[in-house]
């Protein structure tokens, strides 16, 4: 019961969102996904303790996010690599994947350097230790289950007391800086033709409901006889496929006794994306892709991110943090300024097809979730027509700079030196700098500037580009 109860009250708080943009036209204006909305409500109203009180509880959300995640990434790799004439779709996605996560390991080792230093200069005003600010990379480019789990883990060290509370603040904070940053710059984007596939902002996009007249798209085809069985159930039925699959393949992956590829059994969206691109694979080759619809499949991505990113908001339990609320708040503001110019720099010298795309999944990524990177992409690319949506999924297999968390823990707890943390974070901000370099993932010339009306590189000049 308790699920089933969780999860609708993440329904209403949709609804909630779709009502509110509706109805609030700066909503609209700033084209914030219902999903946030709805988790922001949903989130006050869990901190006030009124949904607890009907039985939505805070374990059962954290599952169900989880859970999502996954099914979200079994969906994209059941879907078919978008394709562009004149681009190569699979060349762009490895490239892209690459970059994106080189750009995101140089950002877990820099924010909590940057936070440190911040903390340092005014730290002491408020009785709050520089080493409460190297948590931030676990709350921005991890999440708010990670800040938790590590968090825990240093505060039950006993030299940092609150440290839990710390990180699941600095989570929150995260999401906050992930769309009311992020909305913005895709809005700017659409307005600017920054995004690949451009659109003029109607009234039906601000509200975020479309009038009968603009709803031409379809949802996807009937593939199968619904006398037998829905297509809607047939595409679900082959996500469920892919997670029967991923479940017992973490679970083994976990129990090797080996650091490293026990962590990509802990990553079981991860393995669920390539999962999904292996079922997708065999039915190609066995010639039944054919009764597969990849445009219902990406609806039931789009299905899965709006649940999961509505109910992560829901899954934060924020306790008062009290005096350090200020110094908490101005670690995040300088962390969000240094990750969006870094996340801009690394997008946009890039030189693909899509490159406008990856800086808002990468933006996304490294300040909230994986899923807030899908969301902010989603706002300019619905359809998902650009592969930047599964490079969000893909780039786990290029961050390495994850490796320093428990060397941090370890030096919170006092088990490690400061001169190995030191070292340790110098070679997880330049590896994967030499990385950009070595592996050709830099240009000197950029796509495209947020200070322009036009991209440097339209999608018709990387064909032409390619061509030559």
Not at 19 to 43: D, E
Not at 260 to 287: C, D, N, P
Not at 334 to 340: A, D, E, S
Not at 427 to 435: D, L, Q, R
């Amino acid at each position: 019961m308790t699920l089933m109860v969780s999860i609708s009250w993440v329904g209403v708080m949709l609804l909630v969102g779709v009502v509110l943009r509706a109805l609030i036209k700066p909503l609209g204006n700033i084209l914030m996904p219902a999903c946030v909305i709805g988790g922001i409500v949903g989130f006050i109203l869990m901190n006030v303790g009124l949904l607890p009180k009907l039985g939505v509880d805070y374990t059962m959300m954290s599952s169900i996010v989880s859970n999502l995640f996954t099914l979200s990434f079994i969906s994209m790799g059941l879907t078919a690599t978008p394709k562009t004439e004149g681009v190569n779709s699979g060349k762009e996605t490895v490239r892209g994947s690459a970059m994106m996560g080189l750009a995101w390991s140089v950002l877990y080792g820099l924010q909590p350097v940057v936070a440190f230093a911040v903390l340092m200069l005014i730290g002491g005003f408020f009785s709050m230790a520089p080493e409460y600010g190297l948590q931030i990379p676990f709350a921005f480019c991890q999440g708010p289950g990670q800040s938790a789990t590590y968090g825990g883990m240093i505060e039950a060290g006993g030299l940092m007391p609150g440290a839990q509370q710390v990180g699941i603040t600095f989570a929150v904070l995260g999401f906050i800086w992930a769309f009311a940053v992020g909305v913005p710059m895709a809005k700017r984007g659409m307005r600017n033709n920054m995004a690949t596939y451009p659109r003029d902002i109607s009234d039906g996009i601000k509200r975020g409901i479309l009038e009968p007249a603009e709803q031409t798209q379809s949802a996807g085809k009937m593939t199968t006889y619904s006398g037998n069985i829905d297509a809607l159930a047939f595409n679900f039925a082959l996500v469920g496929l892919g997670y029967a699959i991923t479940a017992p393949v973490c679970a083994a992956l976990r129990a090797v006794p080996n650091a490293f590829i026990s962590t990509f059994g802990a990553m079981e969206f991860f393995m669920g994306l390539f999962v999904g691109y292996a079922i997708k694979f065999i039915m190609t080759k066995a010639g039944v892709k054919k009764y597969h619809d990849d445009a219902l499949q990406t609806r039931i991505t789009g299905w899965g991110t709006d649940f999961m990113i509505c109910a992560a908001f829901m899954a934060v339990q924020l306790a008062v943090i009290g005096q350090w609320l200020v110094p908490i708040i101005i670690t995040c503001a300088v962390v969000g300024l240094v990750t969006f110019f870094v996340c801009l720099y690394f997008s946009s010298h890039l030189g693909g097809a899509y490159d406008f795309e990856r800086f808002l999944g990468l933006y996304g990524t490294a300040t909230g979730t994986c899923p807030s990177g899908v969301a902010l992409i989603r706002i300019v690319d619905p359809e998902l027509r650009t592969t930047a949506s599964a490079e969000c999924g893909a780039m786990n297999a290029f961050m390495f700079s994850g490796y320093i968390a428990p060397f941090v823990v370890m030096y919170c707890v006092g088990t490690l030196g400061a001169k190995a943390m030191i070292g340790l974070y110098a070679i997880a901000i330049f590896a994967p700098i030499v990385g950009l370099f070595v592996f050709r993932l830099w240009h000197r010339k950029p796509s495209f500037s947020l200070l322009k009306k036009e991209r440097y590189l339209t999608l018709e000049d990387f064909k032409q580009q390619n061509a030559e």
